[in-house]
């Protein structure tokens, strides 16, 4: 049982539900909320608790909650599928991953990258790190291959390259970033002693702009879907659907860059396939 997390995450949950999602009803003349989202002692009353234990949850002080108060809590505050997973973790109630090292890629994931035509993809694993990568998306973001190996890492290459490769376009800012903190503090929740992704937040909250913030917000629902930009020294700017799936039976993630058909992110793409296809050595016209 993580106590300081399993407080930080119930805090951030009550703050964040109002009384209408909670099915609570306005009460007339009633005295101002001071605080944002549920009251301590509505969560309290909706979970079918005592206020003053629900209080030392929230200030790490409680003991180990039962699976049917867990289950109760989850309730009260409208947590999603996976939001209930993440708490029963941090209450102790479901096992943890092993701590070992990297998953081997399964031989269909490396295949499928070289099947995928005009769609850059790479996969990563729970600490960020990107074990495998197909040739388009090596020659659209970065050559991953000339990188040393800590530095294969998609947090470290948002930190080390500033917006400057790949980036949101502006009505979808701050969507990585919220991502990638959801990833990670999910892993954790399966890892609590794994020292490297611990250390890897600490270096994101520093040198991630927006990381930070989206880390205290303690939200591990999955966001599969983001729009990125990306900047190719040939091809110019290209928008771009980032669409990430889930490797069962493991903790890898395929992440995957591609366009609409018919729109010219999408021809620039195809054209950067075919050339990659070929070994032509000119540049792109």
């Not at 609590?192 to 890897?200: F, M, N, T």
Request: net charge positive; glycine share 8%; charged share 25%.
């Amino acid at each position: 049982m993580d106590k300081r997390e399993l407080g930080g995450f119930l805090r951030a949950r009550r703050e964040a539900l109002s009384p209408d999602d909670a099915g609570l009803p306005v009460r007339a003349g009633g005295r101002a909320r001071r605080t944002p989202g549920l009251r301590r002692e509505e969560v309290a009353d909706l979970a079918g608790v005592s206020v003053s234990y629900y209080e030392r949850l929230e200030q790490a002080r409680a003991p180990r909650p039962s699976p049917q108060v867990i289950d109760a809590i989850g309730r009260a505050l409208a947590l999603s599928g996976a939001e209930r997973a993440h708490l029963s973790r941090l209450a102790g109630h479901a096992p943890s991953a092993r701590p070992g090292p990297a998953e081997q890629v399964p031989p269909g994931v490396l295949a499928l990258l070289d099947r995928l035509g005009p769609v850059a993809a790479y996969v990563c694993d729970d600490r960020h790190d990107i074990v495998a990568w197909n040739d388009l998306a090596a020659e659209l973001v970065t050559d991953f291959g000339a990188l040393p190996p800590a530095e294969r890492n998609v947090l470290r290459l948002a930190a080390r390259l500033g917006g400057t490769v790949c980036s949101a376009p502006p009505e979808a800012a701050g969507g990585f970033e919220a991502q990638a903190a959801a990833h990670a503090r999910e892993a954790l929740s399966r890892r609590p002693h794994d020292l490297a992704l611990r250390r890897l937040v600490g270096e994101s909250a520093e040198r991630v702009p927006g990381f930070a913030a989206e880390w205290r917000r303690h939200d591990v629902r999955p966001r599969t879907t983001l729009r990125k930009r990306v900047e190719h020294a040939e091809l110019g700017v290209l928008d771009l659907d980032s669409q990430t799936l889930a490797v069962p039976g493991s903790d890898l993630r395929v992440v995957m860059l591609s366009a609409e058909p018919g729109t010219p992110a999408h021809e620039k793409l195809t054209r950067l396939q075919l050339r990659l296809a070929v070994f032509e050595p000119s540049p792109l016209p």
